[in-house]
């Protein structure tokens, strides 16, 4: 029998190990049941470092109170402890180890300045105790297919008493609270999957662009956040004149304007309300809250072939901490002007023809009408101009009011203003441009749009006679000019009657007999270029199909 005893040790050594020593014993072991705190506080409390990471952990067997101090009848341990970042930022737990007891801040320190907290029903504490010495261990195990995160925390209190406390769950969630002012306080590097690069203007050579990166999802009628943080990049590029964002290695100055820089991001004040300008972060964090990371110093380098782009940046901020992003895929460059112009030009409109079409009200503004201007070069010559304008009237019969045009900044002309020259959907020019070099089918094939500029239309005494006039720019540092005085058709497309007069419109003016091209041949109403109408009345009018 004794040596069955014997063999059976044995057997258990071998199976067990061969170690006798006692397990630990505590003054206190407290199973915890309930996670009353926990909060990533990213590197705000690290005294400068930007790697190591703050956690404050809270546990008990029942929720705080709702003035955020232990309940009745409850037992809590409070912590603090330092480590590496959060693998997962929107998931933000610490990462597994050992964290040992330390007054000092450090990776993998539980912090000197735990506390032990027990109220009795009626809300007395009998123990409020700081510790000494202690340890936390954090692992992971898994079971079922999930993650489980476990907690064992060994404290030595100020009379000398041990403490034991364990936790597991597999819902640990620390609420993120790494960043708590306007600027930004803590290192970022994140991958951008969505873009737009803006044309701005043209100076000696060099293209002003404003680029937009975040790493928020594009829902096609804009960026928004699937979860938070969430970032968003603008910066002020200049860059050599050409049709796509140019390779090279983009450096942040403080004299930004030449090619290869990019302006400094600051923050200003206006009316008592700050806002940043130039190159700088937004920082989507909380409830929809935003911190501003300006960049001072740093680089984008811009590297690939057409609009596929790959993007890498290293900036650093105001305050030190620095903005890393990347991104690569489609980066076109918008509103690059469209201009077919290499030098100025001055129109030559001598002896052209003009029709001005009236559409009403077309924005609903109130007291206003737009219209299309057309100008036809004169047989022989090979200039014309378009123009789409606001103008204060009533009605058609007000004409267009003698004013100086000025570019619209939207897509929507006030009074007093005229649309700059752009393309539509199909491709075919809209707004205000010079026209030149028509070919054969009554179509220019050398064109500039307007950028900006005065555009100036007297109305003469007799309501009939009008002269235009103008100086404008195509957005690519060319000028084109132009004068033209005579009676232009005017064309009521918008149905205006002249007051208490009913419409005498016969159905005759109304319906077309043929559309011809210039050498007089019959064209469908939907073909491009020069094209003559003529009514059943007839009535004949030329037309300009772009």
């Not at 049709?243 to 990019?262: I, R």
Request: charged share 25%.
């Amino acid at each position: 029998m004794k040596q069955f005893a014997t063999f059976l040790l044995v057997l258990l050594a071998a199976v067990f190990g061969t170690s006798t020593a006692k397990a630990q014993s505590y003054d206190y072991d407290f199973t915890a049941t309930v996670l009353c705190q926990a909060d990533w506080y990213g590197t705000r409390l690290s005294n400068g470092s930007h790697t190591i990471n703050s956690y404050y952990l809270v546990l008990g067997d029942k929720d705080l109170g709702s003035d955020g101090y232990p309940a009745k009848s409850s037992t809590v341990y409070a912590i603090q402890f330092f480590g590496a970042a959060p693998t997962d930022e929107y998931n933000p737990n610490p990462q597994p180890g050992t964290y040992t007891y330390s007054s000092a801040i450090a990776d993998n320190v539980l912090m000197d300045n735990a506390h032990i907290y027990q109220r009795d029903g009626n809300g007395n504490y009998e123990i409020d105790r700081s510790v000494t010495d202690g340890q936390l261990e954090i692992s992971t195990y898994e079971q079922d297919g999930n993650t489980y995160y476990k907690y064992d925390l060994e404290l030595t209190d100020d009379i000398g008493k041990t403490h034991h406390v364990s936790y597991e769950s597999r819902f640990i969630v620390y609420s993120d609270q790494s960043q708590a002012s306007e600027n930004l306080e803590k290192d970022q590097d994140f991958v951008c999957n969505g873009q737009v690069c803006t044309y701005k203007s043209l100076k000696d050579g060099v293209m002003k662009l404003r680029l937009y990166l975040t790493d928020m999802t594009d829902q096609g009628y804009g960026f928004e956040y699937d979860r938070l943080p969430a970032r968003e990049m603008y910066l002020d590029v200049y860059a050599p004149k050409d049709k796509v964002l140019p390779n090279g290695t983009y450096t942040v100055s403080e004299e930004a304007g030449t090619a290869f820089t990019l302006t400094q991001g600051e923050l200003v004040e206006f009316a008592g309300v700050k806002y940043p300008i130039g190159t700088y972060l937004n920082y989507i964090y909380g409830s929809q809250f935003v911190a501003w990371g300006c960049a001072k110093s740093g680089t984008l380098t811009v590297s690939g072939e057409g609009d596929e782009k790959k993007v890498v940046a290293d900036f650093m901020t105001d305050y030190g901490f620095s903005i890393k992003f990347t991104y690569e895929g489609t980066l076109p460059v918008n509103g690059i002007p469209l201009t077919d112009f290499t030098e100025d030009v001055d129109l030559d409109l001598e002896g052209a023809t003009a029709q001005f079409e009236c559409i009403g009200d077309y924005e609903n503004m109130g007291d206003v009408r737009n219209w299309y201007i057309t100008i036809l070069p004169a047989e022989g010559k090979d200039h014309g101009f378009i123009s789409y304008i606001c103008t204060k009237a009533e009605s058609f019969f007000d004409g267009i009011a003698t004013d100086t045009y000025t570019a619209s900044r939207s897509k929507t002309p006030w009074k007093g203003e005229y649309i700059k020259g752009g393309v539509n959907s199909e491709g075919q020019l809209k707004g205000t441009w010079a026209l030149t070099h028509f070919n054969a089918e009554g179509m220019p094939t050398v064109n500039a749009p307007a950028y900006d500029g005065d555009l100036n239309i007297t109305q003469h005494e007799d309501g009939e006679t009008y002269t235009i006039e103008f100086k404008m720019t195509d957005g690519a540092e060319h000028h084109f000019s132009g004068s033209w005085t005579g009676k232009p058709e005017l064309i009521n497309t918008c149905g205006d009657q002249p007051s208490g007069i009913k419409d005498l419109t016969t159905e005759d003016e109304k319906q077309v007999e043929g559309i011809y091209d210039v050498n007089g041949r019959r064209v469908s109403a939907a073909a491009k270029g020069l094209k003559i109408v003529k009514y059943k009345n007839g009535n004949v009018r030329k037309q300009l199909v772009k």
